[in-house]
């Protein structure tokens, strides 16, 4: 076989046979199809599309360029949850040890964020000692012992994925769905959870800018996922503002630890009492929304958490430690009305600005940093009341103040988002 050949086949708006998908995603894996070649056909991926037999075969094509997890040495239905990637988006630190604090094991490999999201792993670094490495067999005790682990992708989990997402992040084919769905199913398939949770976040904040296009995505994976034998069940969430108070690793982790303790806004809890809700029915655990907010109130989630946080070299002590950051500048309303917009993008754009995110993969963190919003779309300001307070360890001018309160819409209108807008199953 020729790549250019398939190049042409797809660029033609022909479907590949499964024989052709493999080869093309096994030669590039192993160096054999150039880069440039792939960046092509990713191309004519994005304006062609891809039927679904084909998105199935490029998810398992890539899958079996790496290692499979073989978690049946722990008890029980093992669950995973992704997200499709948001600003302040601390669910996983929550939902994960909420959820094996009911007796269902987590295990769980997370990433790294970029650009204006934020990444599970960054925010467990945020905790002073906290190992995101660790080996299958000690990833697998972990989760025999305490329910719950959380750790970074190892390198060989879907090594064309590696190399494919990195291609398309610079040829702007990144946001077409066969591709996103392939990717994150490949690698969700390979780290053995036998019930996955997706997370397809909605809005501008997101990949996904529309209900029907997350809607479509949630259907591709949860089909993927399905046509390989996993309890797989997406959710559409609000991704129009931030998830939460709290953008920024330092910040995040304590805003989870709020939330576990039953000190944070009741909108979050709750939204993280129906998530768990629904991953915990999918390992045939059915219970009431009213259970499981007492148990994460009371400490349950919490006491999992530690035990993780430990169990991987973090530092308890360090854990509860308010933000360092030397600057806490408060922004606050120069009207009084209700709080009608808090655009996610940009805010998580400006909280990258003083280290909070990435731009590119080689930078490096201030996990102290970040932004908390006092105030959430739908409640009411008055006039001089603190909506947010921006943690930096740099002066802010005005001129970025000014950008920051321009963004802040308030006005007469008071608006309910909804965090959970749709269930694909
Ligand atoms: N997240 C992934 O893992 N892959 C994509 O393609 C997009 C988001």
Same mark, same amino acid.
């Given at each position: 076989?020729?790549?250019?050949?398939?190049?042409?086949?797809k660029r033609?708006?022909?479907e590949?046979?499964?024989?052709?998908?493999?080869?093309?995603?096994?030669?590039?894996?192993?160096?054999?199809?150039?880069?440039?070649?792939?960046?092509?056909?990713?191309?004519?991926?994005?304006?062609?599309?891809m039927?679904t037999?084909?998105?199935?075969?490029?998810t398992?094509?890539m899958?079996?360029?790496?290692?499979?997890?073989?978690?049946?040495?722990?008890?029980?239905?093992?669950?995973?949850?992704?997200?499709?990637g948001?600003?302040?988006?601390?669910?996983?630190?929550?939902?994960?040890p909420?959820?094996a604090?009911?007796?269902?094991?987590?295990?769980?490999?997370?990433?790294?964020?970029l650009?204006?999201?934020?990444?599970?792993l960054?925010?467990?670094e945020?905790?002073?000692?906290?190992?995101?490495e660790?080996a299958?067999?000690?990833?697998?005790?972990?989760?025999?012992?305490i329910?719950?682990s959380?750790?970074?992708?190892?390198?060989?989990?879907?090594p064309?994925?590696?190399?494919?997402?990195?291609?398309?992040?610079?040829?702007?084919?990144?946001?077409?769905?066969?591709?996103i769905?392939?990717?994150v199913?490949s690698?969700?398939?390979?780290?053995?959870?036998?019930?996955?949770?997706?997370?397809v976040t909605?809005?501008?904040?997101?990949?996904?800018?529309?209900?029907?296009?997350? $809607? /479509? %995505?949630?259907?591709?994976?949860?089909? &993927?996922?399905?046509?390989?034998g996993?309890?797989?069940?997406? #959710?559409? =969430? +609000?991704?129009?503002?931030?998830?939460?108070?709290?953008?920024?690793n330092?910040?995040?982790?304590?805003?989870?630890?709020?939330?576990?303790?039953?000190?944070?806004?009741?909108?979050?809890?709750?939204?993280?009492?129906?998530l768990?809700?629904?991953?915990?029915?999918?390992a045939?655990?059915?219970?009431?929304?009213?259970?499981?907010?007492?148990?994460l109130?009371?400490?349950?989630?919490?006491?999992k958490?530690?035990?993780?946080?430990?169990a991987?070299?973090?530092?308890?002590?360090?854990?509860?430690?308010?933000s360092?950051?030397?600057?806490?500048?408060?922004?606050?309303?120069?009207?009084?009305?209700?709080? $009608? /917009? %808090?655009?996610?993008?940009?805010?998580? &754009?400006?909280?990258?600005?003083f280290?909070?995110?990435?731009s #590119?993969? =080689? +930078?490096?963190?201030?996990y102290?940093?970040?932004?908390?919003?006092?105030?959430?779309?739908?409640?009411r300001?008055n006039?001089?009341?603190?909506?947010?307070?921006?943690?930096?360890n740099?002066?802010?001018?005005?001129n970025?103040?000014?950008?920051?309160?321009?963004?802040?819409?308030?006005?007469?209108?008071?608006?309910?988002?909804?965090?959970?807008?749709?269930?694909?199953?």
């Amino acid at each position: 076989m020729r790549a250019v050949d398939l190049i042409q086949k797809k660029r033609d708006g022909l479907e590949l046979t499964t024989d052709e998908i493999q080869w093309l995603i096994e030669s590039y894996a192993s160096g054999k199809v150039p880069d440039y070649q792939m960046a092509a056909w990713a191309m004519a991926v994005y304006f062609q599309g891809m039927s679904t037999r084909e998105t199935k075969d490029l998810t398992m094509a890539m899958v079996a360029t790496g290692d499979q997890i073989d978690l049946s040495a722990i008890q029980g239905i093992k669950t995973d949850k992704h997200s499709t990637g948001g600003v302040g988006d601390k669910v996983t630190l929550i939902l994960a040890p909420l959820v094996a604090s009911f007796g269902v094991p987590v295990a769980k490999m997370s990433g790294r964020g970029l650009g204006h999201t934020g990444g599970t792993l960054d925010k467990l670094e945020a905790i002073k000692g906290y190992q995101i490495e660790q080996a299958q067999d000690a990833f697998i005790k972990q989760v025999q012992a305490i329910g719950l682990s959380v750790i970074g992708q190892s390198n060989q989990l879907v090594p064309a994925d590696k190399l494919l997402y990195a291609l398309r992040d610079v040829t702007a084919t990144v946001d077409i769905i066969p591709l996103i769905a392939s990717s994150v199913m490949s690698k969700k398939i390979a780290a053995g959870a036998d019930a996955i949770l997706l997370d397809v976040t909605v809005g501008q904040g997101a990949f996904m800018k529309t209900i029907e296009e997350a $809607e /479509e %995505l949630a259907q591709t994976m949860v089909d &993927l996922g399905k046509a390989v034998g996993r309890q797989t069940v997406a #959710v559409i =969430t +609000d991704m129009s503002q931030p998830v939460g108070q709290a953008i920024g690793n330092r910040l995040e982790v304590l805003e989870a630890i709020a939330i576990m303790k039953g000190q944070a806004r009741e909108d979050v809890t709750q939204f993280i009492c129906e998530l768990a809700q629904i991953m915990l029915g999918l390992a045939g655990k059915e219970e009431d929304l009213k259970t499981i907010h007492e148990h994460l109130i009371k400490g349950k989630a919490l006491a999992k958490f530690e035990a993780m946080v430990e169990a991987q070299g973090g530092d308890l002590s360090d854990l509860h430690r308010p933000s360092s950051a030397e600057f806490v500048t408060e922004i606050t309303a120069e009207e009084a009305g209700f709080i $009608e /917009e %808090l655009p996610a993008l940009a805010f998580g &754009l400006f909280a990258m600005k003083f280290g909070a995110g990435r731009s #590119v993969k =080689t +930078d490096s963190l201030d996990y102290e940093s970040g932004i908390v919003f006092v105030k959430k779309v739908g409640d009411r300001v008055n006039k001089g009341e603190i909506i947010a307070k921006i943690y930096s360890n740099q002066k802010l001018n005005d001129n970025l103040l000014t950008n920051f309160k321009k963004n802040v819409k308030i006005g007469t209108t008071k608006n309910q988002p909804k965090d959970i807008i749709k269930i694909i199953s």
